[in-house]
Nanobody, 123 residues
Framework: VQLQAYGGGLVQAGGSLRLSCAAS????????MGWFRQAPGKEREFVAA???????VYADSVKGRFTISRDNAKNAVYLQMNSLEPEDTAVYYC??????????????????WGQGTQVTVSS
């Protein structure tokens, strides 16, 4: 399984970015997916997750600003980020686990990880 995250970049505070994660798998619909981020000097933290059925959960810090979605026909998961803040600056990682229908919010629950994409929000 390979995950390729892309779409990061430099944006001003208040702006938007859309991250994408492409998965090289056969049955993408069977994977629970998640986004995590790691800011400089901090531990990696949960951002959002989407279950196989499409249900979602978000970290409190991004609730109402970020939206996770998936397109099973394209083997992709997305993270739409609006109203970005300098505190959102981090490397963003997508993660996957096959065979779970739950909303997974902990790093150890995921088996596969992408390489990360940098998001920088300037004030």
């Amino acid at each position: 399984v390979q995950l390729q995250a892309y779409g990061g970049g430099l944006v001003q505070a208040g702006g938007s970015l859309r991250l994408s994660c492409a998965a090289s798998v056969v049955t993408f619909s069977g994977y629970a997916m998640g986004w995590f981020r790691q800011a400089p000097g901090k531990e990696r933290e949960f951002v959002a997750a989407i279950r196989t059925s499409g249900g979602t959960v978000y970290a409190d810090s991004v609730k109402g600003r970020f939206t996770i979605s998936r397109d099973n026909a394209k083997n992709a998961v997305y993270l739409q980020m609006n109203s970005l803040e300098p505190e959102d600056t981090a490397v963003y990682y997508c993660a996957a686990r096959y065979g779970s229908s739950y909303l997974l919010t902990r790093q150890y629950e995921y088996a596969y990880w992408g390489q990360g994409t940098q998001v920088t929000v300037s004030s």
